[in-house]
């Protein structure tokens, strides 16, 4: 007989315990991104207030609830940190529980297994997450993310989860083959314009040597339509606003430091962030992607009399 772990630990304290493990790498998260794309250590210095200086004790950092605690700003100088400290970390916090959830929670063959499907996905939804934060403030999708997460989509199917080496495989190659041929390169050639960034194919290769051909198409198809539907809200509401949409970082902006922000060479740039849309239909593949693939293939049986 299979012994689970909710057998060993009732499964309010792993979800207590996946929340908490989730809201710390969200900790780790803001970390990375805030400072990686200015080029900067995500190890030194230790986190500092951008205004003041003053070094964030550990009791003034604890994920969520300091923030809480501290209504959102500096001990010492009062200025405002950003929402995106705590909602990133809450994001973590519910995509760990989430990933537990489909994992340790969903009866594995062992515990073992079951941790290990935790890790891989946890990982993942972790690198979607970095990934697109750092396309949505910076316009840029770091290669020092995407194309090791191919790497490790690749072996954790082949090797660890045993889904076999095929549909990592080709998801990748054919994500990133699809993507820069025709939104690309196809895109600059037809009309000598840059369309999409050239870090979004990497972003979809990743996707696709995770959750293989169907999971890479699925959030390819649902982060397009999402962001078009986000997208043309915008337009809407800074037509209505009459706010200009912001513009991609230029070589003359400044950061919280008000140093010159250097874009870093290994980051591309793109006009639009599509990774943000990539990211969340991947991550909605992961957890409802079977049960809104049925109910499309359900609504479209109906409407055509099938
Ligand atoms: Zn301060």
């Known amino acids: 007989m299979n012994v689970a772990l909710t057998d060993v630990m009732p499964p309010w304290s792993l979800v207590t315990f996946a929340a908490i493990f989730g809201a710390m790498w969200g900790s780790f998260a803001n970390v990375v991104i805030v400072r990686w794309p200015q080029g900067l250590s995500v190890v030194r210095p230790a986190s500092h207030c951008f205004s003041c200086q003053a070094p964030i004790r550990f009791y003034d950092n604890l994920p969520i609830l300091s923030f809480l605690i501290l209504q959102g700003r500096c001990r010492h100088c009062r200025t405002r940190f950003s929402p995106r400290y705590a909602i990133v970390e809450c994001a973590m916090a519910l995509l760990s529980v989430g990933v537990l959830q489909i994992t340790v929670l969903a009866d594995p063959p062992t515990i073992l297994f079951g941790l290990t499907e935790y890790v891989v996905w946890f990982t993942f939804v972790g690198a979607l997450l970095t990934a697109g934060m750092i396309d949505l403030e910076t316009y840029l999708l770091p290669d020092a993310i995407t194309l090791p997460g191919i790497a490790i989509g690749v072996l954790a199917n082949g090797l660890v989860l045993k889904t076999g080496w095929q549909e990592p495989i080709i998801g990748a190659i ?48 649902f982060g397009a339509l999402q962001g078009l539907i986000i997208g043309s809200l915008l337009i809407v509401i800074r037509r209505r606003t009459g706010t200009e949409p912001e513009p991609p970082i230029d070589d003359d902006e400044l950061d919280d430091e008000g140093n010159e922000l250097q874009p870093d060479p290994r980051f591309r740039k793109a006009k639009v962030p599509f990774g943000p849309f990539l990211a969340l239909g991947a991550i909605e593949y992961l957890f409802f992607g079977d049960a809104l693939i049925t109910l499309y293939l359900r609504g479209a049986a109906q409407l055509f009399g099938l």
């Open 174 to 221: 054919g994500g990133y083959a699809l993507l820069s041929l025709v939104f690309v390169h196809g895109y600059r050639l037809l009309t000598g314009h840059q369309g999409m960034g050239e870090g979004d194919p990497k972003l979809v290769a990743m996707i696709g040597a995770f959750l293989g051909v169907k999971g890479g198409l699925f959030a390819l198809c």
